[in-house]
Each structure stands twice: as C-alpha cells, then as structure tokens.
C-alpha cells in the first residue's frame, strides 16, 4: 500500500472509531453551548481529549500546555519530512488562521510532531516558520510524545525498521480545535477547505464568548 493510501485509511479509522453521530456531550447532563456548530461528537466525549504536558518549542524552550494553548487553537499531529499529507494539512490551518485574523480573532496554529528523532527544533523551526510566523512547532522525547498523542487519542506509528533514516511516519490527520478554560471542542478532518475550517472555528469562538464559558 501507498504512503497516501496508509495516511488516507488512518484518516478513515479515526473518524469510524472516534466521531460518532448525536450529541454526545449531553450525556454530561447540560445542554451543549456548540451545538449549533458540531457536526457530530467523540466517542467518551470531547473533553476526554487532552491532558497537561510540557514539550519543546521550535526555540529549543521547555513550554507547557498553558503556555501553548493560551488562546484557541487548531492542533495537529504530524512530522516535518511527511512528503505530502503533513504540510498540505499545516497550510490549510495556517490559511484558516489567516482568514480568521481578518474576522478578529486570534487562533494559534500548533504543529506537534511524531517524528521527534528527526524532528528537532531547528528543522521544526523552518517548517513552521514557512507555514506561519505564529505556528508553534513542538518536539520532545519519544516518551513524551507518546503520552501528548495518547492524550489526544491520536495514533501514529515511526516505520523506521528497514531504513532508520529515510522512512515515514502512519499517523491521523484530525486538527483539533482547543479553547482554553474549556478544552478540546471539536475535531476536524482534513477534507474541510481553509474557508470551511476558519466558519467552523468562528462559530466555536463567538459561541463560546457568547455563552460565557
């Protein structure tokens, strides 16, 4: 199988075991602020996703996730040397945050890689830096990795075996939507266009500011 095919099937595995129909954030007992934005709902609920963690940024410094995700942001789990799914994805966020910077609002782009053997930030630097001047690049130890992905439920696999220098990386394609005070709110799939992900974001922005949460 292709490096498409593999990337495309991820992609398709995530949303079949984690995006279900229904408002599954009423099984928390309180009516959904974002109903009229979500298009469906998480398997054990949207704010299952996530957990506290510190990484590295493409600067070479030690943040936390208060620092990162400050402000809302679209987070997305891939890795620099990714030869196509990667960096169309981070452009199409990076394009999103430039549309919503027009409507006012300030999203971060976060780009967490799960290559962190390769993935220094040095190179993650130059990848973020041609993406947005905003984008954060994040690294760290395999450990730490690990643990950041479980937390997002996001899979991925290092196919370094039979080439440890030259090989790709099967992993999930979802951009995740993290407001802070609240959490993670929606994921989104890569088939949405800049403009579809920057209306979609929107909505989650005014909703939450307008519901006081």
Known sequence: MGKDGTILILGSLAAALVLVTGGLWLSRGAADPFAPCRQGGVQ??????????????????????RQVLAQPALLYF?????????????ARNAEAVAMLEERGMTVTPVFISVDPKRDTPEVLGDFTQAMHERMIGLT???????????????????N????????????????????????????????LSAQQ?????????????????
Not at 45 to 64: H, I, K
Not at 140 to 158: M, P
Request: hydrophobic share 35%; glycine share 10%; proline share 5%.
């Open 78 to 90: 891939g890795y620099t040397y990714c030869p196509d799914v990667c960096p169309l994805d981070s």
């Open 197 to 213: 992900l920057a209306e979609r974001t929107a909505c989650f922005i005014d909703a939450a500011s307008g519901n006081g949460v």
């Open 140 to 158: 760290g130890t395999t450990a730490e990795i690990d643990a950041v992905a479980k937390a997002w439920r996001n899979y991925y696999k290092v």
């Open 44 to 65: 054990g609920g949207l704010d299952s996703l996530g957990a506290p963690f510190e990484l590295t940024n493409q600067d070479g410094r030690r943040v936390s996730d």
């Open 160 to 191: 370094d075996q039979e080439d440890p220098q030259n090989y790709l990386v099967d992993h999930m394609t979802n951009t995740y939507l993290v407001i802070p005070g609240i959490g993670t709110v929606e994921l989104f799939g890569r088939e």
